[in-house]
């Protein structure tokens, strides 16, 4: 399947999700809900890091009949390339043209977490791309699916940009999506992660939107980033300045709208929704989700 292919095929906005077991909901009837509220494709976070993670996925697959399911991301360091690329050829071959492969170098404590040392991530993932598509594998059976990469910083995207599909930003502002495409070009894919939540008690609203900003400001990958784009000290501290929120976490309807067609306008080819309400994934709120994004599916 070619960039262009995969670009129309992925439409203009989806979803974005958590492992389905960290929020407790079933992976394939999740999967169906999704589709029947009219996304078009699911990003799954949490590392991926293994086998157990790529039968979830694989239930997410066979729970939908035209959804794309997506890795956002698998985590490098948790995998030998041989046993992903084994992994994400079955699902490529099984579901031809809805399985994207999403890859990343996490975060400082989730990989001294797995035992290794959190060095040279950029070199790390140059490395794992060039096992990972090992000329011994060239002509087998089965091929791998379309790669992105989940890049924020120049280096990263420019690796997006020349060995993969294109790029998947998590936690970035508008002003990012910018920035990203003008490296990564017209041609490759660009789809961030956009948190937010439709709560009807704005204070509830807010309150979840700064308890999720707090972990993400704790991981230097993030704040180094968002330094870029003029956030300081006071931005980035604790739960995150007001105009940190609102750039990163719409809170309601009308900001969610806004913050979706900047990302669109700013180059984005899709824009993958994370809803963090309570009963975000429950197939009511996915329906009244997709009512309020109805102008870009």
Request: aromatic content about 8%.
């Amino acid at each position: 399947m070619t960039t262009e292919e995969l670009r129309s095929r992925l439409g203009r906005v989806g979803i974005w999700m958590p492992p389905p077991e960290r929020i407790g909901v079933d992976p394939a009837a999740t999967a169906t809900a999704i589709e029947r509220a009219g996304f078009t494709s699911v990003w799954v976070g949490g590392g991926n890091p293994d086998q157990a993670a790529f039968a979830r996925l694989r239930a997410q697959l066979s729970g939908s009949e035209r959804l794309i399911v997506a890795t956002g991301i698998a985590n490098v360091w948790a995998w030998q390339p041989a046993g992903l690329r084994t992994e994400a050829e079955a699902l490529a071959a099984d579901f031809p043209g809805r399985f994207i492969l999403g890859l990343g170098v996490s975060h400082a404590p989730a990989v001294e977490a797995l035992g290794h040392a959190y060095l040279r991530p950029l070199r790390k993932l140059e490395k794992f791309l060039d096992e990972l598509d090992h000329p011994a594998y060239h002509g087998a059976e089965h091929e791998l699916p379309p790669i992105v990469i989940a890049a924020l910083g120049p280096k990263m995207l420019e690796l997006a940009r020349d060995q993969a599909l294109g790029s998947h930003p998590y936690f970035t502002t508008p002003e990012h999506t910018r920035f990203a495409r003008g490296v990564l070009g017209p041609a490759p894919l660009l789809v961030p992660e956009l948190a937010c939540t439709l709560a009807s008690d704005p204070a509830q609203g807010a309150a979840t939107a700064r308890a999720y900003a707090e972990r993400y400001l704790r991981l230097p990958n993030y704040t180094k980033n968002l330094e870029r784009f003029g956030f300081g000290a006071a931005d980035l501290e604790g739960t995150g300045s007001d105009r940190l929120i609102s750039q990163i976490i719409p809170n309601g309807s009308g900001p969610l709208h806004e913050r979706i067609k900047s990302h669109l306008d700013a180059g984005a080819d899709q824009v993958v929704i994370q809803p963090l309400d309570a009963d975000g994934f429950t197939p009511a709120a996915l329906t009244s989700l997709a009512g309020v994004v109805a102008e870009f599916t």
